[in-house]
C-alpha cells in the first residue's frame, strides 16, 4: 500500500499551533528527510509575531482555523493543546474526511474512545503517540508490537517535571521550592506547575496507557492523585537508608474482577532499579503480560523534538495507511478504578520530641491491624522538628490513612505525617 | 481495515516448527486471547515424539512440508531455523501468496532483502520481529514509532548467552569456562556455543538492525566480531576499578560517507549505565536519532514466550493488514562496512614479572603514536602470573593491533595481551 500512497503523490498536511513543539515537527517536515509529506498550511493566533522566515514560502500561514478546516489537506496536526476549543475543531476536521495527529493528552484522555470511533465511522484516524511518552514510541508497541501478549499492567514515570524536581532534591539535598524554581528556570515547569506536580498529567497519561495497553479505559477523573508537594530533603535521607529513592509513579493494572487499578503518586523505589535511576526529562513505562512478562521502554519523553519525531511518525503512519485505530477502538465503556495501594508503606513524621511518642504511635498501627517493619530515626536533628520514620508491611491505604489521621490528632506534630507506598 | 478483515473470518495459519517458541506460539494462538487468527496446520518432522495432545483436534500435523505450501493457509510461520531448505520453503510460500512471520535470524540476515523485495512484488509480507530482541518490538519501534527521525546508530547487548555468561563472571568471580557449563545446564547455552559467545548470533541480528534502523543494509559477513572466550575474572576486577563492567556490544552506526561502522565485541562499559547493568537474558537496544535523541528498549530477549509473543504479534499484524514491508525493504544494495572501532582501550597483560616490562610496551605504544591514559596493576598476584592494565586514550583499533602484535613477541608474556573498547 505505500507504494500506491506513494505514486498518489506527497500527503498534504496542515499544522495547528506553531509553538515549541509545531517549530521542531515544521523544521522535520521541511528537512527534506520526510518525502511523501508535504506541510501546505500552518495556523496559530498572532503570525505577526509567529511567523517564521525558514518556513519554505509554499506553506499557507493563516489565524482562520476554518481556512485549515476548508483546505483540501488529508491530515491535520493538532498541537495548540486544552480541550476547547480543540476537540470541536478535531470534531469537525474528522466529519470533513481527514485524519488527525495530535500530541493533546488531556483531549485524547476525556475523548479519545470517542474521536476515535467518530473517526472509524469516517473511514480516518486519530493517531496519538506523541501524548504520552514524547519519544518514546510505547503506544505503537502496546498496541501492535506486544499485540501478541495480553497486558496486564502498566507502570511509568511520565511527567518529567516531576522527575527533574525529585531528582535534583535527591542529588542536590534541595527543598522542593528550589527544585521547582530551578525547573521553571529552566523551561520544565510551567509557572503554574499544578498539572505536573499535583498528578493530572501523568493521570492524563495513564488513562491513554491504560486504554491502549490494557485495553481497559478509565476516566482521568477517576484516577487517584497525590502531590509530590509534601516531600522533604529529609525524605531522600531516609529513603536512602532504605536503599531507595522517590518518584512519581503512575500504575494501572487489569484486575479479574473487570476493574482497573490506576493511580498516580510520589513512592519509593529501589535505587537499583530502572525506576529509581530515571532522572531529569526521562520518561520510563513498563508492561506486564501474562504470556511475555516485563518490558520496559525509556528515553527523552519531554522536549520539543523528541515529542515531534512521535507527531511525524504518527503523520508517516497515517500517510501510508500503515496505521490502525488503537486496539482499544472498540471499547466505548469505561471500566470501574480502584485507586487503593495495597503495599509497604513508608510514613515519616516530624515532630516536637518528648517521651512516648513512638510507643503512641505504634499503638495506634497496632489498633488498626497494621504491623511494623521498621523504625527508623537517624541521628543530629533538632529535638524540636524531629524526623523520624515507621516503614509497615503490606496494608491497604485506606486503612493506613484512617490511622494517620487518628495519630495526627497528637499534639506533637510539627506538621502531618506523609506516608509513601513502598515499591520493589 | 481491521473491521473488513474480521468480518471475512479468521486468518488461517500454518506453523513450521514445534520447538520450545512453535510450542509457545501454539499455546497463545489457541488460548482464545488472538480473535481472528486459526492455527491449522503444524509441520515438524518426527511427529511420533512431538505430537502433543493439548492441541486442539482442528489442527492437521504434518512431516510434510507440502501439506503446508499446498494449503490455503495465508500465513506461514517458520521457526525451523537455518538457511536450508528454509529458505526454498519460504521463498515458495512467498510465490503461492502466502505471507510469512519468521524468527530466523540467520535467514532474514542473508536473504532478507531479497525475500522482503519477492514478497512485495506479490503483495504479501515477510515479518521478522522476532528474529532480533525477543521480547522487545524493536523493529516495529524503529520502522514506525520512530519513523519520524533518521537514525545514525545502534547499540545493543543482543546476546543472552554471552550477557548471562558475562554476568556470572562479574557477580561470581567465575571463569569462562564455568559461567559457560552453568549456561548450558540451565539452557541457556548450546553443547556448540561458538555462534552466541564468537558473536555471529549478535552479528546477524545487527545486521536485521541496521538495514531496518538505519536503512543501511550490510553483509553478516562484513560485520567485523571477536569472541567473548579470552575474557578472564581478573578482567572484571580491573573494569571494575575503572567504574566499568564488560558486556557484549553489538554497534551500527551510518557514516557520512555512506559507509556503516558495525562490529560485535566484548567492550567496557559503565557499571552505572543501561548497558551496564543488563543481566541475565536481558536484551537492550538504544538508538540515537538525529532528531529526537537516545531512546532506549529493553526486556528479555531469551525464552519461547517473549519470542511467541512477538510471533504473534507479527500474524496478528498481517492478519489486520496493518503491517507494511520495512523502510529498508527498497534498498537492494549491501553498504560497505567499516568494522574498526576508534575508541580509547583497556589492554591486559598477564606477565612473569621482571624489571622493565611497562616501560617496554609504554616504548611500543609510544612507537605507534598511541598515548597511555593510565596504568593499573593491584597487588596481591603471583610475580611469575602477574595481571596488569594499561588503558589508553582514543586510538583506531588497526594501529592498536600492529602495536600489540609487536608487543606480543617478547618472552614474558604468559599469555597473549587482551585489548577491549571502553564505552562511555
Same mark, same amino acid.
Given at each position: ?12 498536511? *496542515? ?34 509575531? @509567529? ?33 476547547? &476549543? ?16 495530535? =500530541? ?28 504520552? /511518552? ?12 506486544? =499485540? ?42 510551567? %509557572? ?11 493521570? *492524563? ?18 484516577? =487517584? ?84 519525531? =512521535? ?15 488503537? /486496539? ?14 495495597? %503495599? ?9 520530641? @518528648?517521651?512516648?511518642?513512638? /510507643? ?35 496494608? &491497604? ?10 495519630? %495526627? ?16
Amino acid at each position: 500500500m505505500t507504494s500506491k500512497t506513494q505514486t498518489n503523490g506527497a500527503t498534504r498536511v *496542515a499544522l495547528l499551533g506553531f509553538g515549541t513543539v509545531g517549530q521542531a515537527v515544521t523544521r522535520i517536515l521541511c528537512s527534506g528527510e520526510i518525502p511523501h509529506v508535504t506541510l501546505t498550511h500552518i495556523f496559530n493566533r498572532n503570525l505577526a509575531r @509567529k511567523r517564521a522566515d525558514w518556513v519554505p514560502a509554499s506553506v499557507t500561514w493563516t489565524e482562520s482555523v476554518d481556512d485549515i478546516l476548508n483546505s483540501d489537506v488529508s491530515v491535520i496536526i493538532e498541537l495548540v493543546g486544552g480541550l476547547r &476549543p480543540t476537540y470541536d475543531w478535531v470534531k469537525t476536521a474528522i466529519e470533513r474526511g481527514k485524519s488527525v495527529v495530535t =500530541a493533546n493528552k488531556q483531549l485524547m484522555a476525556h475523548y479519545g474512545i470517542e474521536l476515535i470511533d467518530l473517526a472509524r465511522q469516517h473511514g480516518k484516524e486519530v493517531r496519538f503517540e506523541a501524548s504520552v /511518552a514524547g519519544g518514546i514510541p510505547v503506544l505503537r508497541a502496546l498496541q501492535d508490537g506486544l =499485540a501478541g501478549d495480553r497486558l496486564v499492567e502498566v507502570r511509568g514515570i511520565l511527567n518529567g517535571t516531576c522527575a527533574y524536581i525529585l531528582s535534583r532534591m535527591q542529588t542536590d539535598n534541595m527543598p522542593f521550592a528550589d527544585a521547582l524554581a530551578d525547573a521553571q528556570r529552566l523551561g520544565y515547569a510551567e %509557572a503554574d506547575p499544578s498539572e505536573d506536580v499535583d498528578g493530572a498529567d501523568a493521570a *492524563a497519561k495513564l488513562a491513554i496507557i491504560a486504554a491502549v495497553g490494557l485495553r481497559r479505559p478509565v476516566r482521568v477523573a477517576d484516577i =487517584a492523585t497525590r502531590s509530590i508537594r509534601p516531600i522533604e530533603p529529609v525524605d531522600f535521607l531516609y529513603a536512602r537508608e532504605l536503599g531507595c529513592t522517590i518518584r512519581q509513579i503512575a500504575r494501572a493494572s487489569a484486575e479479574d474482577d473487570g476493574m482497573v487499578f490506576a493511580a498516580v503518586r510520589p513512592a519509593l523505589v529501589p535505587l537499583a532499579s530502572a525506576f529509581g535511576r530515571i532522572e531529569g526529562s526521562q520518561n520510563i513505562v513498563t508492561v506486564r503480560g501474562i504470556f511475555g512478562g516485563e518490558t520496559s521502554f525509556s528515553g527523552f519523553g519531554a522536549g520539543g523534538s523528541p515529542t515531534a519525531v =512521535a507527531v511525524v511518525s504518527d503523520v508517516i503512519s497515517v500517510a501510508s495507511h500503515q496505521g490502525s485505530a488503537p /486496539a482499544n477502538g472498540t471499547a466505548t465503556t469505561f471500566h470501574k478504578v480502584n485507586g487503593e495501594f495495597v %503495599a509497604p508503606h513508608y510514613v515519616r513524621f516530624i515532630v516536637n520530641d @518528648k517521651p512516648g511518642i513512638i /510507643a503512641q504511635v505504634t499503638a495506634a498501627y497496632a489498633r488498626y491491624g497494621i504491623n511494623i517493619e521498621g523504625v527508623l530515626q537517624l541521628p543530629k536533628f533538632r529535638r524540636d522538628r524531629l524526623p523520624f520514620v515507621i516503614t509497615l508491611e503490606e496494608c &491497604p491505604e485506606s486503612v493506613l490513612d484512617r490511622a494517620l489521621a487518628e495519630i %495526627a490528632k497528637s499534639d506533637y506534630h510539627v506538621q502531618p505525617p506523609l506516608s509513601l507506598p513502598i515499591f520493589s
